[in-house]
């Protein structure tokens, strides 16, 4: 209950006068006083938050009140186009995302070089992508940049442990992004892909048999690392991760037609396979830096919030998206059998649809028929609402960490929350 209060506190300090610790022009200050009418009219039902008819998304959104996050909500999404014009979450690590991008490149050279062009494939320049991870990470890691303990006497030591514990975190931050690579690259041969971040995939190029060898490669090379932070709870925590990836891609490959027809089932399968990689590896930064299991809870749910409205977005983009803007084939989901959210939505509205479901999607006029029923359907717009619910929970963690002056750790917080926005306004 501490954070819950610190964060309504914090809600109706923005009330009087500021959002994301930034002054209001008088602009902004008067659309937030237009806000007030309907605070009192959010804190009722929400038929948004209802899935298929009968669960609550709060059960699978652990933390604050549905009412707070409701307040949040409209604080959140009304000043973001405000965060974004102050931030760019990219570039505040920018010279940081560079050092690790050379320090990733020289970890997964391996002496079969077949093996090293195999494993240093994405991660090539030009084509490791924006490296949203990495980035997350580090800008956590100035976010929980706060006092815990009385400094050194000496100065010059107090700044060496600073300097060190930057490296350590920096390690988790290229750990996670080798098992985040690993994992696509064994997902390219399981989905039989021909294209990742727009260009041929791995196994097409060089195969299936290779593709899975770099994977594992690249995930004995992230445990090598881990192993050299001799901090058993991180690596307790992100062992965790690499088994719930291979359980969460076993959920997929494996459903009955009843699981495949349940909210509740797609929301634990999507933690598995994209949020707990998030979510753990910022809680273990937080263990790093020594903090309380309070901080360290909240650097998670910010974590699993953020993977989880980064993959309903996904899954919406992949109906409407394009090949080019993703970079892989649209309709890659629904035409691998695999049903998300957006279909899971439209069968809530149109019962029908689980027959289509349940004969599969093999034939392309069951696809075609989903489709169908999926346009006729709020499906699209439900699922980003429910990523919307969870960017705000994500930014509400970022809200009730402890409080600091730090100018730096201020901005790292405020980028993390524009990260939210991001993610959920993407169109790729």
Known sequence: MMYVSRGLSRASRRFRGKIFGEPLSHRQATACRNLLPCLDSSLGDDPSLKVLGCRHISSWSWGLPAALYSIRHHIHHHSASIVEEQLDPFSLVADELSILANRLRAMVVAEVPKLASAAEYFFRMGVEGKRFRPTV?????????VSIHKPPPDTIMGDTMTAELRVRQQSIAEITEMIHVASLLHDDVLDDADTRRGISSLNFVMGNKLAVLAGDFLLSRACVALASLKNTEVVSLLAT??????????????????????????M????????????????????????????????????????????????????????????????SDISHGIVTAPILFAMDEFPELRAVVERGFEDPRNVNLALEYLGKSRGIQRARDLAKDHANRAAAAIDSLPDSDDEEVRRSRRALIALTHIVITRAK
């Open 137 to 145: 990470l580090l800008l956590m890691s100035t976010a929980l940049n």
């Open 241 to 266: 991760v690499i088994e719930q990836l291979v359980t969460g891609e076993t959920m997929q490959m494996t459903t009955s037609v009843d699981q495949r027809c349940s909210m509740e089932y797609y």
């Open 268 to 331: 634990q399968k999507t933690y598995y396979k994209t949020a707990s990689l998030i979510a753990n590896s910022c809680k273990a930064i937080a263990l790093l830096a020594g903090h309380t299991a309070e901080v360290a809870t909240l650097a998670y749910d910010y974590g699993r919030n953020l993977g989880l409205a980064f993959q309903l977005i996904d899954d919406v983009l992949d109906f409407t998206g394009t090949s080019a803007s993703l970079g892989k084939g649209s309709l």
